[in-house]
T-cell receptor
Framework: DAKTTQPTSMDCAEGRAANLPCNHS???????VYWYRQIHSQGPQYIIH???NNETNEMASLIITEDRKSSTLILPHATLRDTAVYYC?????????????FGAGTILRVKS | EAQVTQNPRYLITVTGKKLTVTCSQN?????MSWYRQDPGLGLRQIYY???????DKGDVPEGYKVSRKEKRNFPLILELPSPNQTSLYFC?????????????FGPGTRLTVL
């Protein structure tokens, strides 16, 4: 799986958009970008994933650059409950073992 | 409600006393997996199962056993727990038939081995 680079931490004001960047310059053509988050020692929670096109769901939007070397997760209206560690993971879906490789992630602190 | 459940959520035990952490999912997922999470080391996969009666080692299988007799259950067994197995454990499941390949995690089991 391709390596990812994320900032160690970020702050965001409550109600504002939180933009979390991720670099994955060695991503392969068949690798997807997945985002998970972990709220204070709870089980990681799936947020969104994409291959080439931008994606949006009820939780967030994912913007992937045209060269696919980086992406941004956008939480449009961050709340205090969005404070968590956010993990960017690139992988081939359904690969044998289905292992998710979690890096250190970005600690997002949403402040009132 | 679709979910992965783990029991117990918290456990304090002593070295050498066999224990089992149960994991159950109600989503009819084929794939299940166990991870442990330690400070500075992130989440590491212990064992996984692609389907009933099919299990394989992950990255850190030493000292653990698993079984998959039914699709919904995937217990983690520590036959001789040791203090280095003190950790936060997560069970996860996913539907290998789905193109999204998203994994659903349980709430975690915090294990302390004295």
């Amino acid at each position: 799986d391709a390596k990812t680079t994320q900032p160690t931490s970020m702050d965001c004001a409550e109600g504002r958009a939180a933009n979390l960047p991720c670099n994955h310059s060695t991503i392969s053509g068949n690798e997807y970008v997945y985002w998970y988050r972990q709220i204070h020692s709870q089980g990681p929670q799936y947020i969104i994933h994409g291959l080439k096109n931008n994606e949006t769901n009820e939780m967030a939007s994912l913007i992937i650059t045209e060269d696919r070397k980086s992406s941004t997760l956008i939480l449009p209206h961050a709340t205090l409950r969005d404070t968590a560690v956010y993990y960017c993971i690139v992988r081939v879906p359904m690969e044998y073992g289905n292992k998710l490789v979690f890096g250190a992630g970005t600690i997002l602190r949403v402040k009132s | 409600e679709a979910q992965v459940t783990q029991n117990p959520r918290y456990l304090i035990t002593v070295t050498g006393k066999k224990l089992t952490v149960t994991c159950s999912q109600n989503m009819n997922h084929e794939y299940m997996s166990w991870y442990r999470q330690d400070p500075g080391l992130g989440l590491r996969q212990i064992y996984y199962s692609m389907n009933v009666e099919v299990t394989d080692k992950g990255d850190v299988p030493e000292g653990y056993k698993v079984s998959r007799k039914e699709k919904r259950n995937f217990p983690l067994i520590l036959e001789l727990p040791s203090p280095n197995q003190t950790s936060l454990y997560f069970c996860a499941s996913s539907d290998r038939g789905s193109s999204t390949d998203t994994q659903y995690f349980g709430p975690g089991t915090r294990l302390t081995v004295l």
